[in-house]
Every structure is written in structure tokens, then in C-alpha cells.
């Protein structure tokens, strides 16, 4: 059942809320003249009525038993801000792109982006003129972090209170239907970051509505949404039809999940998987893939295995596995959840197995963890060296670029794109962005601001953080995690990007790399070099991938027979390296040194 305001044109519009304990419900048109129309209880909670002489943009709210006004829980658009009345959407628009369709996930290179900080003017307007930019390095989908409306103008997004409405301050609904049609119209993808496993604190009105949440379980940011107990049908549908606003009013081609290991369900049918059914069944009618893309620390196999095999069916899921075994590698860092990582063996098996933990021992959680994956393709899960979460939740938010050598930044690209795997990059990592991405609110509480700052501290206590953080209400800590974009052309800068490119390139012309079969890769880890050896195969093409994590040459062992060709190498001075010390051409017999921090990809020789 759709919820909020669906205006049906002919200044006609159905309005829907879900409060399952109200005794009456009405929703008050705000005027002039203003009016209160009472709503008709129907099937489980839902109120609803269908009211004539209603315009766009007419401002309303719900009320409670004949006392409280509040704003609409599924508002699609609050213009005087989270605690203000909603108002009525048309969601007519002249798409340019009436032919598009959508490519396979498998086929998908991420880029991440913050709206607000992507550029200086922090809209989805501004964005457009970046895309031919994004399109001619090889990027094919971008990833926009959370858009749901939050307190202020500042935040990551993941303080949303209003999941149907798209921030103003980014240019609202129609700003984000421009967007999503620029990007159809250039053949890119676009995925859209959506909670559902939690809500803001401020402006958050929905417990005066009903059972929203569970103290059942408790999640980092409080109670959790009510998906199991007592009415929770009514949170069930709120949250699907959710997700099926964003594919049908807005055209994403994914959305990315947020932290499905804080959505709580122990009911005989989980919320995603229903999810995942009511999003099929929209897809195939419209015949456009919709895709599922899950972030998950539990590396739950589950997630992504269909509902035959007893699984949630989902396309894909974020593999944190693969950015820690990275980062350790690169950085020597060993606090935290890094205190698992950090061998060469683990980079070797997230290569083959995805998860590097598959029901083994974490010191880090002190319990066996994770489950095998190798049944399903590696192109369910989706792999980075960097993220916004990597990065911003570091004290400092700092970038790879600012932790690690040049040499070490292609090692990082050269994991990444070539990984057997859909890649993900953050913004600005093509080019070594400077710029830190640090965390931002702008709360009109000054205690919600305070209670952040506190925990903000005890979470980089885990992690031995000494000192103090940015103030995330500031708005100067905004600005500072604004790109540098001038600098993608510059001097080392424009090098990596280039590396970057060519990576890509490879990626897309490379058979063995484009298939992703389980079968067809036999990796080898040197845990004494820090080297690990990478066979691809698909038929008669192969590709050799060579790693040197240490800060030594070291000498690439066990080739499969050849003659191999090289195709880059990051040592190599056009890369500003220290200049290869591998051959062109190569077999199997040869015996080769890596330079340090180095990656190496040769194709065999037909």
C-alpha cells in the first residue's frame, strides 16, 4: 500500500498514513484557507482519504487523535525543514531518456560521491558537468550517499528523518530527477544509499504515529526498527514502499542498503527478502533490472544466495573483508577491527573466497566469524580501497592519500580495479585527493550537537586516537571536505588519474578479468616477499597479476608457462615509479623482480 501524499493530477490528491493505536486521524490543508478533512481507518492501520482541490505544493500535516499536528512520516518534501508541515508533490517529469536500460551489475564501476561535497556548490545540479569527466576515466555508475531529508543543510545523510524526501538544499526532487536523467542520458548508472535501519534523531515524529520501533534490540544509533513485533506489517510496508519510490518516481538502477547488520528480524520471512521479491516483481513488470546492493559486516553468505538456497536473494554486498586486508597491507595500521588483518594470505583469499573470514577465529571479536562464500560469483560483492565510512569515521578523516606513498596509491588502484569483483571508488581517489572527508552535521540542537562530539570521542578510543576531532557541527569542517577538483589534471595527480584510466581500459578489454569464474584463478601468496601472484584464465586468454606489498624488490615466483605481454606496470617512469624492472615479454622459465609497492598486469600471448 502507498504511503503519504500520491497526488493523482486534476488537483486531486489520496492521502495515506500508517498510525495502527490512533483513534481518529485527519489531515490538515494548510491554506489559505486552511481545512481539516477527516481520514477513513482502513486495512491495518492505514487512514486514508482522496481530496479534490489540492494543488502541488500544498503544505499539510496529520492529526492525531484530534490534538497533535505532525508532519507526514513518508513526506515526499518538508520546504520549511524537518520540523515544518510536508508538502504535496507532482511527480510528472519530461524524462529525456524514455528508452534507457540498464547494464548488468557484474558490468558496474562505482564511484561514490557526497552531494554536498562533491563540489562547491554542493547540488545535484553542479554534479552534471562532472559526469563526462567521470565517463571519460571509464566510470560507469555513481553511488550518492544518503539524499533523505536531514536537519540543516550539512550531513553525511545518515541522519534522514523524512526517507521519501529528497534534501532541498541539494535541489530537491526535481534537482535529483535531472540528475538521475543526465546520467541515463550518458549510458551511466546511478545507485541511490537508502537506510532502513534507523532514523535521525531530530525531526523524527514517527513514534507519535505508531510502533515504528522494538526495544527488542538495540542498534548504534538506539532503538531498532519494529520489522518483527506487534504491527510491524505496517514498518514492513512503510520501508518497501520505499524502496520501490525511489526505482519507480526517481529511475534508480540500485540501491545500496545501508548496514543490513543492524536490521533486526527473527520473523520466518526477513524484510529484505520480502523486499527483494516486491523489487523483482516491480523490475520484471517495468522490464528494468532493479538491483539490491547490501552493506553487511557479518560476511553472511546469506545476504546474497537466492531464496531456494535459504537466502535473501539480493544482488550484491559491500566485502569489508577486501578494503581491511588492503589498508593493513598499505598502511601497517593494526588498531581496531584491523587487528585482523594485515597478511598477504588473507589479500590472496578475499581473491579467491571473497571473505578472508569464513567461520574462522577474530582476535578482534574474540568469536569465529564470517561464513564461505565461494558458492556464489564473485560479482556479488563489491570491493574498495577507500570508502566514506574508511575514511570519515578516521578522527582526522583522512584519505589514503595522506596515509601512504604515491607508490603505494597505484598498488592500492591496481587491487581495486583488477579484483575479481564489482570495483568502488570514493570520490577524489582517482586522483589522491588531499582534502580530508571528515564527519559533518548542522542539528538546531545544540545538545544532539554535544551528544555527537561525545561519541564521536568514544569511538576513536578504539582505535588509540590521540588529540582532538574536527568539530562536526562547524560548518568549516564541511568546507575542508570539499574536493579539490582542479588539482585531477596536476602533476602527480593527473599521473594517477591516468593509471587509473589505464586500469579501467584493461579491465573492460581483459576477458579473464570481465568474467569473474571461481574456477578459472589460482593465487599464490609469498608471505615472507609480501608478494602475491594472480592467474586468470577464460579459454585460451589469461592474464598474470603481480603484487609486491613490501617496501623491497622481491622476486615474482611460480609463473604459469607463458609467453606473457607486459601491459603495466606501476614502477614504470611514464607512472613517475622508480622504473620496471620486469621485462616486456616473459614465459614461464623467467625468474623476474618486482620494484616495491608495485603492481604488474601481463595478458598471454596468443
Known amino acids: 500500500m502507498r504511503v503519504g501524499a500520491n497526488y493523482l493530477g486534476d488537483r486531486r490528491c489520496t492521502f495515506t498514513v500508517w498510525a495502527p493505536l490512533a483513534k481518529e486521524m485527519a489531515v490538515q490543508l494548510i491554506g489559505p484557507p486552511s481545512r481539516m478533512v477527516p481520514l477513513e481507518r482502513g486495512d491495518r492501520g492505514h487512514w486514508h482519504a482522496t481530496v479534490a482541490d489540492v494543488e502541488p505544493g500544498t503544505l499539510y500535516q496529520f492529526q492525531i487523535n484530534g490534538e497533535m499536528l505532525r508532519p507526514d512520516p513518508a513526506s515526499q518534501c518538508q520546504p520549511q525543514g524537518v520540523h515544518g508541515p510536508s508538502a504535496v508533490v507532482d511527480h510528472r517529469f519530461d524524462w529525456q531518456t524514455l528508452g534507457w536500460q540498464s547494464f548488468p551489475l557484474p558490468n558496474y564501476l562505482i564511484y561514490e560521491l557526497h552531494v554536498g561535497t562533491f563540489t562547491p556548490e554542493g547540488t545535484f545540479e553542479a554534479i552534471i558537468p562532472r559526469l563526462p569527466d567521470l565517463l571519460e576515466m571509464g566510470i560507469n555508475a555513481i553511488e550518492l550517499m544518503p539524499v533523505g531529508q536531514f536537519p540543516g543543510d550539512r550531513n553525511w545523510g545518515y541522519d534522514g528523518v523524512y526517507p521519501f524526501s529528497v534534501q532541498p538544499s541539494y535541489g530537491g526532487v526535481e534537482g535529483l530527477k535531472r540528475l538521475v536523467d543526465a546520467c541515463h542520458q550518458q549510458a551511466m548508472a546511478v545507485v541511490l544509499d537508502v537506510i532502513y535501519n534507523h532514523f535521525g ?61 543492524a536490521i533486526y528480524d527473527f520473523g520466518a520471512r526477513h524484510i529484505l527478502s520480502e523486499m527483494n521479491d516486491r523489487v523483482k516483481a516491480f523490475a520484471q513488470q517495468e522490464g528494468q533490472p532493479c538491483y539490491l546492493i547490501a552493506e553487511s559486516d557479518l560476511n553472511d553468505v546469506r545476504v546474497v544466495r537466492p531464496p531456494a538456497q535459504g537466502g535473501y536473494g539480493l544482488d550484491a554486498q559491500w566485502n569489508d573483508d577486501f578494503h581491511h586486508c588492503v589498508h593493513t597491507l598499505l598502511t601497517g595500521e593494526s588498531d581496531g577491527y584491523y587487528l585482523d588483518f594485515g597478511t598477504c594470505e588473507q589479500f590472496a583469499k578475499v581473491w579467491t573466497s571473497s571473505f578472508a573470514y569464513t567461520w574462522t577465529y577474530s582476535p578482534h571479536r574474540q568469536r569465529y566469524h564470517g561464513s564461505d562464500a565461494r558458492d556464489r560469483p564473485p560479482s556479488q560483492f563489491v570491493v574498495c580501497a577507500q570508502n566514506h565510512d574508511q575514511v570519515g569515521n578516521r578522527m582526522m578523516g583522512d584519505r589514503l592519500s595522506t596515509l601512504v606513498g604515491f607508490e603505494s596509491l597505484k598498488l592500492a588502484a591496481g ?156 614502477a614504470d617512469a611514464r607512472w613517475q615509479g622508480p622504473g620496471s624492472a620486469l621485462p616486456d615479454r616473459l614465459d614461464g622459465e623467467d625468474t623476474v623482480k618486482m620494484q616495491p609497492t608495485s603492481v604488474a598486469l601481463y595478458s598471454k600471448v596468443l
Not at 504491527?231 to 548496514?259: C, K, Q, T
Not at 564489482?422 to 542539528?443: D, Q, R, V, W
Not at 579459454?539 to 617496501?551: M, Q, R, W, Y
Request: glycine fraction near 6%.
Open 201 to 261: 534523531p531530530e525531526g523524527n515524529y514517527t513514534r507519535d504515529f505508531g510502533p515504528y520501533f522494538t526495544e527488542h534490540y538495540r542498534t548504534p544509533w538506539g532503538s531498532a526498527v519494529n520489522f518483527d513485533d506487534a504491527h510491524s506489517d505496517g514498518v514492513r510496508n512503510f520501508v518497501i514502499e520505499n524502496a520501490l519510490y525511489w526505482f519507480r518516481e526517481f529511475r534508480m538502477d540500485a540501491l545500496r542498503l545501508d548496514a543490513i547488520h
Open 415 to 570: 587491487a581495486v580495479i583488477l579484483a575479481p569483483a564489482i570495483p568502488l571508488l570514493f570520490m577524489g581517489e582517482e586522483y589522491g585527493e588531499e582534502a580530508p572527508f571528515l564527519y559533518f552535521i548542522s542539528h538546531g540542537d545544540p545538545e544532539l550537537a554535544r551528544l555527537v562530539r561525545e561519541g564521536r570521542k568514544r569511538e576513536f578510543a578504539a582505535f588509540h586516537a590521540t588529540g582532538e576531532a574536527p568539530d562536526a557541527d562547524s560548518p568549516e569542517t564541511f568546507r575542508a571536505s570539499t574536493l579539490n577538483w582542479e588539482q585531477r589534471t596536476q602533476g602527480k595527480h593527473g599521473v594517477l588519474r591516468q593509471f587509473y584510466q589505464t586500469l579501467i581500459q584493461l579491465r573492460r578489454t581483459l576477458s579473464p578479468i570481465t568474467h569473474f569464474d571461481r574456477d578459472a584463478i589460482d593465487v599464490q601468496a609469498n608471505e615472507g616477499d609480501c608478494t602475491v601472484r594472480v592467474h586468470h584464465w577464460q579459454g585460451d586468454e589469461a592474464v598474470l597479476i603481480g603484487f609486491n606489498f613490501s617496501p623491497h624488490p622481491q622476486p615474482l615466483l611460480k609463473l604459469p608457462p607463458g609467453p606473457w605481454q607486459k601491459q603495466v606496470d606501476s
